[in-house]
Nanobody, 121 residues
Framework: QVQLVESGGGLVQAGGPLRLPCAAS????????MAWYRHVPGKQRELVAR???????VYADSVKDRYTISGDNAKNTVSLQMSGLKAEDTAVYYC???????????????WGKGTLVTVSS
């Protein structure tokens, strides 16, 4: 069993920074990639940023130059550093990971429970 636990959400003023850490634990052989998604009620969940075990990153156009994702392979963690926050960044942010629990098993997708980020304008 694998668990992803997010933290760091909360209320922040527009223009301010916020950091979201996420830790994976449990039966982990290796992590192929970790990512952050966000969801606003009435809209589809969208990819915010993703980082592979090799360090390659992908960002949504809406957060480029404002967000930075970083992973720590040794600690099985990922964090999302957000800056220049806007009201439209308000959402529930979910940690996501593609994790192999065994050398014999392909990677499986896991989700955290989410953490709410509210940006006040």
């Amino acid at each position: 069993q694998v668990q992803l636990v997010e933290s760091g959400g909360g209320l922040v003023q527009a223009g301010g920074p916020l950091r979201l850490p996420c830790a994976a634990s449990g039966s982990i052989f290796s992590i192929n990639a970790m990512a952050w998604y966000r969801h606003v009620p009435g809209k589809q969940r969208e990819l915010v940023a993703r980082v592979t075990s090799g360090g390659s990153t992908v960002y949504a156009d809406s957060v480029k130059d404002r967000y930075t994702i970083s992973g720590d392979n040794a600690k099985n963690t990922v964090s999302l550093q957000m800056s220049g926050l806007k009201a439209e960044d308000t959402a529930v942010y979910y940690c996501n990971a593609d994790i192999r629990s065994s050398i014999y098993i392909a990677g499986m997708n896991y989700w955290g429970k989410g953490t709410l980020v509210t940006v006040s304008s």
